[in-house]
């Protein structure tokens, strides 16, 4: 072998690394982008849902409010401590997500309890540390019920209402996307574990869309 064919083999061996991460951090890889879920008009257009503001308690007894979500991708659900079925699987399902993206900066969860009145910051704190999760990363919140039921119903519009309005109590099993405008951009079924799996696909593709803006 010749020295020339010799360093040409090296130079591959060592410069391929470097050329497929030039590749992956500029080029625009073709990808299905998450839709930005919102009322369609009757002019066709979508009026996108928008999360508002909001300040809630957290289980360590902190304030928690859209500024903790500043420039973050989130997922958001509602659940209750005591509840026997859905929430146990729902947030289990989520703890998977959660070990996924635990260490991305920008990533992060909210747990909003249905039933203030029975969910003390004790019950809550309690419930993150069986969960094993970083208090900075997953909030587990209450607050006024009706805040809390106004933003499940009108914000994140993914719960079923029990009872007369106003609503007296909710249950929902669904995990909701949040991209970093505060825009709603998946629902999935928590108890669906394909679901699930598309819920982690979901917020890959955000992650790629933010870097492709970069």
Not at 17 to 34: A, E, Q, V
Request: hydrophobic share 40%; aromatic share 14%.
């Amino acid at each position: 072998m010749t020295k020339t064919a010799k360093f040409l083999i090296l130079g591959t061996i060592f410069l391929a690394p470097t050329i497929w991460g030039l590749f992956w951090k500029f080029s625009k890889t073709t990808y299905n982008k998450l839709p930005i879920l919102g009322d369609v008009e009757m002019t066709g257009d979508t009026t996108p849902w928008l999360v508002p503001d909001f300040s809630f308690i957290s289980q360590t007894g902190d304030s928690v409010s859209q500024k903790n979500f500043e420039g973050k991708i989130y997922v958001a659900n509602f659940f209750f401590a005591s509840c026997p079925d859905v929430c146990p699987k729902m947030n289990r399902n989520l703890h998977l997500v959660y070990e996924k993206f635990k260490k991305h900066p920008d990533i992060k969860f909210i747990s909003h309890t249905v039933d203030p009145e029975n969910d003390t910051l004790q019950v809550l704190a309690e419930y993150a540390k069986k969960m094993h999760v970083d208090n900075t990363k997953w909030y587990f919140v209450t607050g006024r019920k009706s805040d809390i039921y106004y933003l499940a119903e009108n914000a994140y519009k993914a719960v079923a209402v029990s009872g007369d309005k106003p609503a007296t109590f909710i249950h929902s099993d669904k995990l909701v996307l949040v991209d970093k405008e505060k825009h709603i951009r998946g629902i999935y079924d928590s108890q669906d574990f394909e679901d699930v799996k598309r819920l982690q696909d979901g917020i890959v593709i955000l992650i790629k869309e933010y870097n492709d803006k970069k």
